[in-house]
Every structure is written in C-alpha cells, then in structure tokens.
C-alpha cells in the first residue's frame, strides 16, 4: 500500500495512475452524468457508498430512488471481475498478436492475477462487437482510391478467405469480408461492404475472376442508387506487387492474420478478424503517416492513450 493525497492505492494501481491521473478525472465526471438504474433505466438516485471488489477496487454504489433497488453503473465493465484496465491491456496485447495463453502467463506473473487463456479471448470477442456497434454509426472521411485484396486462410484444412479494402488517403481499412470460398457472390458482398463508409473514384483490385462480374452486377445494374465506381485491375501476375505502398499494409494485417490463435471455431475467426480491424483503424500508429486511420479520416470521436478503454466506454454510453 502507497499514500497518495491521502489516498490508499496498492501497488497495482500505483502502476496505473501516475501519467494519465488528469485525463481519468475529466473521464470520471462525465461519467457520472451518464450514471443510470441497471435495472429501470431512471437517473434519479442517490450516492450510497461503495462496493469492495477483489480486483477492481472500491465501485461506487447507488441506491435508485425510483425501483428502490441498489445498484452499481454500467460503464461497460458491470459485473467483471477484472479491473477494466487489466481487460483492455489484455485485449491490445492479444489482438497485437500476444496468444491468449502468453498473455494469461503474464498477468500471472507480473500481478499474479489467475485468468484463464479462454476467459482472455472472452474479453477480445465481447468488446469487440460491443465497439465495432458503435463505430460502424460513425462518419468517415475517405480519399478516393481504394485497394482490395484476400487473403487465404487454412482452417481444419479448409481454405477460407479474409478480404480488405484500404483506402490510400488514410490508410483506413474500409471494408472487410470473412467467407468460406472465393466466388462472384462474395465479391459482391466484399465490395458492398467496402464502399459503406466513403465513395471512391476507383477500387484496385488484383486479376482474380470474380471481380469483373461482381463489380458489373454491383454497379452497372443500378443496385446501389446508381453508384458506379470504375474497376481497376493491377496485373499481378507480371509484377507480383499491385501497388508498393498499399502492399506493405496488406502485408502487415496478414501477417496478423496468419498468426492468430482461436481460429478453430468458425463462429469465432470472423470476430477476431474484426478486433483486427479495430486494431488497425482506431489503436494503433500507421508508421508511415505516424497517425491513426480514423484520426486521418476525421472520425469524430474523442479517444485518450488508452483506447480500447475509451471507445468500450463511448459504446457502453451510445450503443
Ligand atoms: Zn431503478
């Protein structure tokens, strides 16, 4: 235990605290506005001190004036047993390709936490479409060139496909599709799928068959309002490379798309793909612009250092 300002912490959340005590604060009083009754929805209650939790320290508990139930506010982390902090740590490092099971071994280690690698992954799939909910409603910017690529992927010997579409003025991945085979159909999908947040002038894709088709069934036959985007083909058969700057992006999601654990459950390998995308778009640095997707294409949403933290909590309040 540490005094601070008259304040009890242990070490752990010492840990925690020191460059980030500021913002947490504003964090904190803002939140309070959105306190509500879990079990009526009403505002109308009163402060009725705290609940002692193992892991998550002391929780501020209220009594609802209007259902006369006591209650503790869901900021998006009602009834963990974690500390919300440990639960997004865990989930940057496993979706930045930590496995489940080393990250398990390390909060072990260094805070002696005993979490299961399947609880982990728990974490990874509930936040991840609790977030992606709330960013799917958000505007985009997008340039208008965008690039679309798949990617096959073993799993129990069946050959599924990961497609993206990036787009070059931000390097945001603006659409991404999951499906058992290659096909006209999926293209289609695929592509719908990449032009929901922003209208380019052209999409790049490789030489593949089903792109033709697919984008003559998408465009040309009125299906999407009359939209008609041009269709680029990239012959990759001679250069190999379809465009430098954009390969080195695919490069990257696929090299995480690869390494992934978990991918043996066929309902769960679309939803890593998704905290994937997350990753890319919202948490972390492009190293070639040093900013982040959704910072370049002016998505209007206020996010602090710790990220999936923020956005778990602006879902929690807008979903
Ligand atoms: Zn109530």
């Given at each position: 235990?540490?005094?601070?300002?008259?304040?009890?912490?242990?070490?752990?959340?010492?840990?925690?605290?020191?460059?980030?005590?500021?913002?947490?604060?504003?964090?904190?009083?803002?939140?309070?506005?959105?306190?509500?009754?879990?079990?009526?929805?009403?505002?109308?209650?009163?402060?009725?001190?705290?609940?002692?939790?193992?892991?998550?320290?002391?929780?501020?508990?209220?009594?609802?004036?209007?259902?006369?139930?006591?209650?503790?506010?869901?900021?998006?982390?009602?009834?963990?047993?974690?500390?919300?902090?440990?639960?997004?740590?865990?989930?940057?490092?496993?979706?930045?390709?930590?496995?489940?099971?080393?990250?398990?071994?390390?909060?072990?280690?260094?805070?002696?936490?005993?979490?299961?690698?399947?609880?982990?992954?728990?974490?990874?799939?509930?936040?991840?479409?609790?977030?992606?909910?709330?960013?799917?409603?958000?505007?985009?910017n997008l340039?208008?060139?965008?690039?679309?690529?798949?990617?096959?992927?073993?799993?129990?010997?069946?050959?599924?496909?990961?497609?993206?579409?990036?787009?070059?003025?931000?390097?945001?991945?603006?659409?991404?599709?999951?499906?058992?085979?290659?096909?006209?159909?999926?293209?289609?999908?695929?592509?719908k799928k990449?032009?929901?947040?922003?209208?380019?002038?052209?999409?790049?894709?490789?030489?593949?068959?089903?792109?033709?088709?697919?984008?003559?069934?998408?465009?040309?036959?009125?299906?999407?309002?009359?939209?008609?985007?041009?269709?680029?083909?990239?012959?990759?058969?001679?250069?190999?490379?379809?465009?430098?700057?954009?390969?080195?992006?695919?490069?990257?999601?696929?090299?995480?798309?690869?390494?992934?654990?978990?991918?043996?459950?066929?309902?769960?390998?679309?939803?890593?793909?998704?905290?994937?995308?997350?990753?890319?778009?919202?948490?972390?640095?492009?190293?070639?612009?040093?900013?982040?997707?959704?910072?370049?294409?002016?998505v209007d949403?206020?996010?602090?250092?710790?990220?999936?933290?923020?956005?778990?909590?602006?879902?929690?309040?807008?979903?």
């Amino acid at each position: 235990m540490w005094l601070i300002n008259n304040i009890r912490v242990t070490h752990i959340e010492l840990l925690y605290k020191s460059p980030i005590t500021m913002k947490c604060k504003k964090v904190k009083q803002k939140e309070n506005k959105n306190v509500c009754c879990v079990f009526c929805k009403a505002q109308n209650y009163i402060k009725k001190g705290y609940r002692r939790t193992e892991y998550r320290g002391k929780i501020a508990r209220y009594y609802c004036k209007d259902c006369g139930k006591n209650f503790t506010n869901n900021d998006g982390f009602y009834r963990m047993r974690f500390n919300e902090r440990t639960i997004t740590m865990s989930i940057d490092m496993f979706v930045s390709n930590l496995s489940s099971r080393k990250m398990r071994n390390q909060l072990s280690r260094h805070f002696s936490f005993k979490v299961s690698h399947i609880t982990i992954l728990d974490w990874v799939r509930r936040y991840t479409l609790k977030v992606n909910k709330f960013i799917e409603k958000l505007g985009y910017n997008l340039g208008d060139s965008f690039y679309a690529d798949e990617t096959e992927i073993q799993r129990e010997g069946k050959h599924d496909r990961f497609w993206a579409c990036i787009d070059w003025n931000t390097r945001l991945i603006t659409g991404y599709h999951y499906s058992l085979n290659g096909s006209i159909t999926q293209a289609q999908e695929f592509i719908k799928k990449s032009v929901a947040k922003g209208k380019p002038k052209f999409i790049q894709t490789d030489a593949a068959q089903f792109y033709p088709k697919a984008f003559k069934k998408l465009f040309y036959s009125n299906k999407i309002g009359g939209l008609t985007i041009e269709h680029k083909i990239q012959n990759y058969q001679k250069t190999r490379i379809h465009n430098y700057k954009i390969e080195t992006v695919f490069m990257k999601i696929k090299d995480r798309v690869y390494d992934f654990r978990g991918f043996k459950a066929l309902w769960s390998a679309p939803i890593l793909m998704t905290a994937l995308v997350i990753q890319h778009n919202f948490i972390e640095l492009h190293s070639g612009t040093n900013e982040t997707p959704f910072e370049r294409a002016s998505v209007d949403v206020q996010v602090g250092n710790n990220r999936w933290l923020d956005l778990i909590r602006l879902a929690t309040q807008n979903n």
